[in-house]
């Protein structure tokens, strides 16, 4: 008994460890999401964090800040959505092959 209990951490501890290793790489990779047909684009990591913003001067209106501060929410809800899709389908092919479903986990 014993000794599968120390496989079973062992499976636990490599685990952890591969996971930790997806978290990593993911928060290298970015998405990309862009509103008003272009004029502000978001960039997102795997870590659900906004890694660059782009708005094309010919949307900066001062008269019109409204229009500009919903495409770049627009922008970045989108490319956050995006990166989580991302990491969802990431951590699936992780889970999937241990045979676990953690839903809302990722």
Do not use: H, W, Y
């Not at 995006?82 to 241990?98: A, I, N, P």
């Amino acid at each position: 008994m014993s000794k599968q209990l120390g496989n079973l951490m062992r499976q636990a501890q490599k685990m952890q460890e591969k996971m930790a290793e997806i978290q990593k790489e993911l928060a290298l990779k970015t998405c990309e999401a862009s509103s008003g047909g272009g004029m502000v684009t978001a960039t997102v990591n795997g870590g659900q964090e906004l890694v660059a913003l782009k708005i094309e001067p010919s949307v900066i209106d001062p008269k019109d800040v409204d229009m500009l501060q919903d495409l770049i929410v627009a922008a970045v809800n989108e490319g956050l959505r995006r990166s989580k899709q991302m990491v969802s389908d990431e951590m699936s092919k992780f889970t999937s092959g241990l045979g676990l479903n953690l839903p809302g986990m990722f």
